[in-house]
């Protein structure tokens, strides 16, 4: 890699390479050189970069003139029982994808720069937070609300990216925007890419690495079964019926156990019972092996 993590800058043939910053004046001083010849686009990441993180890279090469990227794995969505310490950290080699990718800026904070001692504030999204992931996982919305504000406020870009596969992120920091009537970024610039999948059909997800290699082999049963589900729903079968099949082949499939597996409305989250006019999705997530994986598909009528 040209770059080096211990520099701000690299130039090639008078063209700026990818900047590697780590503290915040640097990353103030590189965002105003950035944003002083064209428009900046986020994509924020805990790193451990994939197919579907790149595929955000190319979506805001088309949506901005320039692209910053941020690594941090965020303590506060990590709760006390959760995968922190083994979340994958390759630095080096995220840089390296990033850098091939055109990427102008690379926002990788230590946990001092983002959470200085005395730190106290945290912010807080109710509604769309709750039930799924918000269930499962007390506090994890905090956490996320609460760091990308912050990288909001320090990248103050014009447009930032997220995956489809965390849908319920999507609408807890597009919530958050619209309420903090943020500027940088606005809520409606606020862009969903759909979800990468492997070619039969799984979810790309740096968690997918901790599957043994049955445990991978199983795990197709997750985006089979959500399209057996969404097929008998669209078919006339009752919700709650579809879902319970869902979840039993799941088990039947080798998951150890099944979180939720629930129809919703796109945009609010409200639980759907009955089909209405409002677009839904069918959100899942099940263990199996050392992974707790996610998925959510669109309810086509």
Same mark, same amino acid.
């Given at each position: 890699?040209?770059?080096?993590?211990?520099?701000?800058?690299?130039?090639?043939?008078?063209?700026?390479?990818?900047? @590697?910053?780590?503290?915040?004046?640097?990353?103030?001083?590189?965002?105003?050189?950035?944003?002083?010849?064209?428009?900046?686009?986020?994509?924020?990441?805990?790193?451990?970069?994939?197919?579907?993180?790149?595929?955000? /890279?190319?979506?805001?090469? !088309?949506?901005?003139?320039? @692209?910053? /990227? $941020?690594?941090?794995?965020?303590?506060?969505?990590?709760?006390?029982? %959760?995968?922190?310490?083994?979340?994958?950290?390759?630095?080096?080699?995220?840089?390296?994808?990033?850098?091939? #990718?055109?990427?102008?800026?690379?926002?990788?904070?230590?946990?001092?720069?983002?959470?200085?001692?005395?730190?106290?504030? +945290?912010?807080?999204?109710?509604?769309?937070? #709750?039930?799924?992931?918000?269930?499962?996982?007390?506090?994890?919305?905090?956490?996320?609300?609460?760091?990308?504000?912050?990288?909001?406020?320090?990248?103050? *870009?014009? /447009?930032?990216?997220?995956?489809?596969?965390?849908?319920?992120?999507?609408?807890? @920091?597009?919530?958050?925007?619209?309420?903090?009537?943020?500027?940088?970024?606005?809520?409606?610039?606020?862009? +969903?890419?759909?979800?990468?999948?492997? !070619?039969?059909? =799984?979810?790309?997800?740096?968690?997918?690495?901790?599957?043994?290699?049955?445990?991978?082999?199983?795990?197709?049963?997750? *985006?089979?079964?959500?399209?057996?589900?969404?097929? !008998? @729903?669209?078919?006339?079968?009752?919700?709650?019926?579809?879902?319970?099949?869902?979840?039993?082949?799941?088990?039947?499939?080798?998951?150890? $156990?099944?979180?939720?597996? #629930?129809?919703? %409305?796109?945009?609010?989250?409200?639980?759907?019972?009955? =089909?209405? #006019?409002?677009?839904?999705?069918?959100?899942?997530?099940?263990?199996?092996?050392?992974?707790? =994986?996610?998925?959510?598909?669109?309810?086509?009528?």
């Amino acid at each position: 890699m040209r770059a080096s993590l211990s520099r701000h800058a690299v130039l090639v043939q008078g063209v700026p390479d990818v900047q @590697i910053v780590q503290q915040l004046d640097p990353l103030r001083s590189a965002v105003d050189g950035l944003k002083a010849s064209g428009t900046l686009a986020l994509v924020p990441t805990m790193g451990a970069l994939h197919e579907g993180h790149l595929t955000l /890279v190319r979506a805001a090469r !088309a949506a901005a003139t320039h @692209i910053a /990227v $941020s690594i941090f794995v965020n303590p506060r969505q990590f709760g006390p029982k %959760e995968d922190l310490a083994r979340y994958p950290r390759q630095l080096e080699r995220d840089c390296e994808l990033l850098e091939a #990718e055109g990427v102008a800026l690379v926002w990788a904070p230590d946990l001092a720069a983002m959470y200085p001692a005395g730190y106290a504030t +945290g912010v807080s999204v109710s509604g769309v937070s #709750e039930g799924l992931c918000g269930e499962m996982r007390p506090g994890h919305f905090d956490g996320v609300a609460t760091v990308v504000c912050k990288l909001f406020n320090q990248v103050r *870009p014009d /447009v930032a990216l997220f995956g489809e596969k965390d849908w319920q992120q999507l609408a807890v @920091i597009r919530r958050m925007a619209r309420d903090l009537d943020l500027v940088l970024p606005r809520a409606e610039a606020i862009l +969903g890419v759909p979800t990468v999948r492997e !070619a039969d059909g =799984l979810a790309l997800s740096s968690r997918n690495a901790y599957l043994s290699e049955a445990d991978r082999k199983a795990a197709v049963a997750l *985006p089979d079964g959500m399209k057996v589900a969404i097929a !008998a @729903i669209r078919a006339g079968a009752p919700i709650a019926e579809a879902t319970a099949a869902l979840k039993a082949g799941l088990t039947a499939a080798g998951f150890a $156990s099944v979180d939720y597996a #629930e129809l919703r %409305e796109a945009a609010s989250l409200v639980s759907v019972e009955v =089909l209405g #006019e409002a677009p839904a999705r069918l959100f899942v997530a099940a263990r199996i092996g050392g992974a707790r =994986l996610i998925d959510n598909m669109p309810l086509v009528l």
